[in-house]
């Protein structure tokens, strides 16, 4: 019996809002499966498409007899066919000339919902963020990127703290993809020539809301064993698999397209990984005709490419010898010499020249932007050698572009039903109006501090099942559970960090002085716990190691259980953590956190940011919405920039902080800690709304280059 054949009539329409992924940012919708069956909803950790798969019949059948629930089923699909139907978007209304258009946009990593884990990190949440906010401004958007059947790596963390890496194949059918069939009802496949192999894939299709993303999976049966690895899992593998995935996803990500008929008039290179597109949109015009010189001018003015990190290691560089075997011939069919060909992507790395995947797009495509103004003005500093006759950095044209999280993804449901009742009921469509926000006076402090409790308590309840469930299943013995939160006190002032174990991100620093921290955290009357959460990256060891010094100060009596290490982040666990923590805590070392995204996720949730001045708080911070960590300047020694801003941490917590949180009133509410949760919510959630982020990229970017209006930026 197939799902189909098991809902009821009334409610047959349930698989197709399963299989779209804008139910999870719709109250209504989400509402709609939690009632279906509460305890699975909760077993599948929010997964509707397997929830339909093991509900009974029982309860399918009492869902459709239920007239509430049919209510609510009824009210959830007139809501979607709304969000579908494309005519009343805001860019149809703005841009009416240009709603016929397409705009690609293509991304290593797309962080959409938790049953579909092709993220790591911040990168991949914010293309699925865009995913979704392209659906609800009504961008002609279609998105590439792989499909991994095992994914990222789920974390596991021993007793003696060393992160171990688990890969679990993902059950395709427990997920929320479809094959990709063409007219004729025959799955669609795409081919690409890398190296001297012809390589397949698959073409996965998902939908987000009206946004669609489609995914390239090379586990198929004629490609040899070795490729059909290649998409098997996210950033793994060394040796030529990379520059490998990277002509998959540049060059097959192009054919794709042309294969579904489409002509994008933007083609956007979320980060370096799909830069070789840019190859092959030339070697497509060069092929009909048109000569190299003019090709480059007419690829430039449709091309945008968004630049993520100062962190040199982040921009992939393939040695000469590796261009030369994976793109023999190419130089040929483009009409110009190898050694031109070379200089398209060359850099000079410490380990001698390359072909590198930033400079190789700063050169050729019309647009490029950084993600926060700082960030903009590092990449025009660290890439200004690639544009030669530009010796003052700030004439090198990287613009910048500050990110945005999507704001009814991230916002928690109490939090939600205070603004329908207070900002009004139009807040979300208006969300990045400053001026509604300022209604957020009207919250009564009482209602915004019991949403907050609400929203801790239930972290807490999250971090115990979690627990109780590891240990049941024999994964933990009993210490493992006071490291994992078991401890962690209710009425205690309650400290989050979560994120990738990057070293520069530096998670142990408020380790630093320990006897200090022991004051703060153990202080009996106005005790403080942190709780952390973070992957590394299966091949980084400095970062592991960061993990394991963690996870022993967890585990040490010293700090008496007032710090916590969740196993295994995800955006499931994000959720929780950054709607129920009191403080949102990142500490970079300045100026590597490009833009940063969890604490604006925080802080629309009236969580507010302790932060290094770096990426978006140089910019959020505006003197009552949260506290900032040192100075915003630069340093030339690490290690005196560690004490100062250690020693900045420590003061803030101590003398603002502690007490600011501990001082309440006869309702035990503290007052003036509600001003800074509300100033907070009111000067975060419209500026850094993926809706503000994505007008910006409209306006800026990607309308000048739907009317080709980009200009190649090195000439030589
Ligand atoms: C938002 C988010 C991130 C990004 O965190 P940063 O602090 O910006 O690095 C990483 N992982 C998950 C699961 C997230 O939701």
New binding site residues.
Partial sequence: MTIEDKIPAKIKRLPELAQNLWWSWTPNARELWRRLDYPLWRETEHNPVKLLQIVSSESLEAAAADGAFRRLYDRVMIEMDKAMSADSSWFAETYPDLANDTIAYFSFEF?IHNTLPI?S??LG?LSGDHTKEGSDLGLPLVCVGFMYPQGYFRQRVPAHGWQEAVYQHLDFGDAPIQPLHDENGDTVFISVKIGDEIVSAKVWSVKVGRTKLYLLDTDVENNSPWNRELTSRLYYGGGDMRIKQEMLLGIGGVKLLRSLGYQPAVWHMNEGHSAFLLLELLREKVLSGTPFAEAKKEVAAHTVFTTHTPVPAGHDAFAPHMMERFFWGWWDQLGISRDEFMKLGERKQDWGMAFNMTALPLRLSGFANGVSKLHGAVSRDMWKDVYSGIDNADDVPISSVTNG?HVPTWVAGEMWALFDKYIGPDWVARQDDPLIWQRIADIPDQELWRAHEILKSKLMSFLQNKERRRWVNGQHDPTQLMVGGMLLDRDALTIGF???FATY?RAALIFKDLDRLKRIVLDINRPVQILFA?KAHPADDPGKHVIQEVYNYAKSNQLGGRIAFLED???H???YM?QGVDVWL?NPRRPR?A?????M?AAMNGVPNLSILDGWWVEGYNGQNGWPIGENRDYADTEQQDWDDANSMYDTLENEIVPLYYNRDRDGIPRGWMEVMKESIRSTTPEFSMRRMLKDYVENLYVPAMRGEGKLKVTE
């Fill in positions: 962080g993220y990190g911040g949440i999280v979560a994120r990738r991100k973070g982040y995800d955006m666990a994000a959720r950054k990142n956190e833009s940063g995204t969890s604490g996720k």
